[in-house]
């Protein structure tokens, strides 16, 4: 005998399930949200836009390719949404043989040119490196050991005077050497570079110069002894004649100590070398 189905019913369980069928319910359900699938233009901010980046993402984005670091103090917006987007910027850097350093503790986010296992650079680059001169080298330790004392302190910023970076540098010019017009001259021009990658911040003094937490990170505590050291050897091996390193000082007095001095034009750190950001070019 052929059993009639119930009209009236409208729902049946599963004795075996806790899960509700609905076979007479189908046509009366909301309509689910549509899930936005690859081809979604939701992210699209101009006509054919393809980027799968929201605005501030790409904002992020352009302002670590742009500058040559990102920090709350500069750029608060970016900062917070490199934090929170850090593994997907990571990848579009990465895209480009960059590689993203985020370092938490400094408040800095920055990249620098990928390179293969080896040591060696095999990839196409969009970053080049340049020298610090002896002047901003000294510069750069001096700033470190202050940042280091105020923080330790207990201040929250660490300022000095334009004159006070003046006579540190002054006090490593060889007794001999007498056109200090033209030493200061290059202190100025080695202060001005590292105001310019903001290293230096400057304020409404334009005497006075706030240092740059980022400088933590261009020159770690471990390499203050060691680049100290090196700048008395030079000092000690420069001809009275010349103002030059004599030639036969020691074969690598005119070079940085494992290439401290030296700067990647657009990241603040490498792992063998301390480099200045510079800013937008």
Same mark, same amino acid.
């Given at each position: ?6 009209? &009236? ?6 004795? &075996? $399930? ?23 233009? $939701?992210? *699209?901010? /101009?006509? !054919?836009?393809?980027?799968? %980046? ?42 480009? /043989? ?11 986010? /920055? ?7 080896? !040591?060696?650079?095999?990839?196409? &680059?969009? %970053? ?16 470190? &050991?202050? %940042? ?5 302190? !207990?201040?929250? *910023? ?6 006070? %970076?003046? !006579? /540190? ?43 740059? $937490? ?21 000092? @000690? @091996? ?44």
């Amino acid at each position: 005998m052929t059993s009639e189905t119930d009209p &009236t019913a409208t729902a049946t369980t599963d004795p &075996t $399930s806790d899960d509700l069928t609905t076979d007479g319910l189908d046509a009366f359900a909301p309509a689910e949200a549509p899930v936005a699938g690859p081809d979604d233009d $939701s992210f *699209a901010l /101009f006509e !054919g836009d393809e980027g799968r %980046l929201d605005a501030a993402q790409r904002r992020a984005l352009v302002a670590l390719l742009k500058h040559r670091y990102v920090s709350p103090a500069l750029q608060p917006a970016e900062w917070r949404t490199v934090l929170e987007s850090e593994s997907l910027l990571r990848s579009r850097l990465n895209e480009l /043989f960059l590689e993203l350093e985020v370092d938490r503790s400094a408040e800095v986010a /920055f990249k620098r040119q990928a390179g293969s296992e080896s !040591g060696r650079r095999p990839f196409p &680059t969009l %970053l080049h490196d340049t020298s610090y001169s002896r002047e901003e080298t000294i510069l750069l330790v001096y700033l470190r &050991t202050r %940042l280091r004392t105020e923080l330790a302190n !207990g201040a929250r *910023a660490a300022i000095v005077e334009h004159d006070e %970076l003046l !006579g /540190f540098v002054a006090s490593f010019r060889p007794e001999h050497a007498t056109d200090r017009a033209r030493d200061d001259g290059r202190v100025e021009r080695a202060i001005d570079k590292l105001l310019t990658a903001r290293v230096l911040l400057r304020t409404k003094d334009a005497r006075r110069h706030r240092i740059a $937490s980022v400088v933590e990170t261009l020159l770690p505590l471990e390499r203050l002894q060691e680049l100290l050291e090196w700048l008395e050897t030079q000092t @000690a @091996a420069v001809d009275p004649a010349s103002e030059q390193p004599r030639p036969d000082a020691d074969a690598d007095s005119d070079h940085e100590p494992n290439g401290t001095a030296a700067e990647s034009q657009d990241s603040p750190d490498d792992r063998t070398q301390p480099q200045a950001a510079e800013d937008d070019r």
